[in-house]
């Protein structure tokens, strides 16, 4: 059963007895708290509890605010599985539109995103999916990604979804471009490697074969993350203040704006 959550800078000691607390490393004061926030977008499972919210919640937020900021005409709303799912559920619940299964997942392919090299990752990709195409044939199709990073996995699914008779595939993305690389334990890709600082980004819907793309903004990200924590604090100041002091997450790998100061 849930229990609570670990503190910033909390040591703990779990027994079959209790729970204690051997120490807390306490942050300078006035410093905000820096919680990853691409926990939220792709890294945790849907039914982690971070900051007293769900992640599954903040998700379909993200995809809420994306409907706000980048509608399109379509027929229907589907999701690369599985991360995206929440995101496409509140896209559609937002705009209105009708959210179906286009792709179904193979379950005995791991993650692309960490295949070492593109070949391999396109190949994934070519594996990890089938297509339900009487779901979306001769129809403009919404697909929501959490994220793309290099732009590969992602070509290879607009392409499959064409050629099994989609009529538009549009793709959104709930969250941020990634354009920095992170120095505080995630193996993002080089800032070379990443799709939103190549040139081919310009131009990214021609470049990946879709309709249109359009991402989730920064502030849409922080805002949709922040929402149910504020007004968890403006309802009981108390109640939420000791875990996070001054509410802040970090968002280095998509403004390059890092928590602490870098040395080399």
Not at 143 to 171: C, F, Y
Request: proline share 6%.
């Amino acid at each position: 059963r849930y229990y609570r959550e670990v503190l910033p800078g909390e040591i703990v000691k779990i027994s079959r007895h209790d729970v204690q607390t051997l120490d807390v490393v306490r942050r300078l004061e006035g410093d905000p708290s820096a919680f990853c926030i691409f926990e939220y977008v792709y890294f945790a499972r849907p039914d982690s509890i971070f900051e007293g919210q769900m992640v599954y919640s903040v998700r379909r937020r993200c995809g809420q605010q994306l409907a706000i900021e980048a509608p399109v005409e379509a027929d229907l709303v589907s999701t690369v599985p599985e991360s995206a799912t929440p995101a496409a559920l509140g896209y559609a619940q937002k705009c209105g539109l009708p959210y179906v299964e286009v792709l179904c997942k193979n379950r005995y392919v791991g993650r692309t995103f960490i295949q070492p090299n593109m070949r391999l990752r396109q190949l994934g990709v070519a594996k990890k999916f089938g297509v339900l195409s009487d779901n979306f044939k001769g129809k403009r199709v919404v697909i929501i990604d959490d994220s793309i990073v290099r732009g590969n996995t992602i070509s290879p699914i607009i392409k499959l979804l064409r050629e099994s008779g989609a009529k538009e595939v549009h793709i959104r993305v709930a969250s941020p471009p990634i354009r920095f690389p992170c120095y505080m334990g995630i193996n993002i890709p080089t800032k070379e490697e990443l799709i939103a600082n190549r040139p081919e980004f310009h131009d990214l819907a021609n470049y990946i074969g879709a309709d249109s793309v359009v991402y989730l903004s920064v502030e849409g990200l922080v805002s949709s993350v922040q929402e149910s924590i504020k007004a968890r604090q403006d309802n009981n100041p108390k109640s939420h203040k000791s875990f996070t002091g001054k509410l802040g997450h970090c968002t280095a790998c998509l403004t390059g704006d890092y928590p602490v100061e870098l040395e080399w």
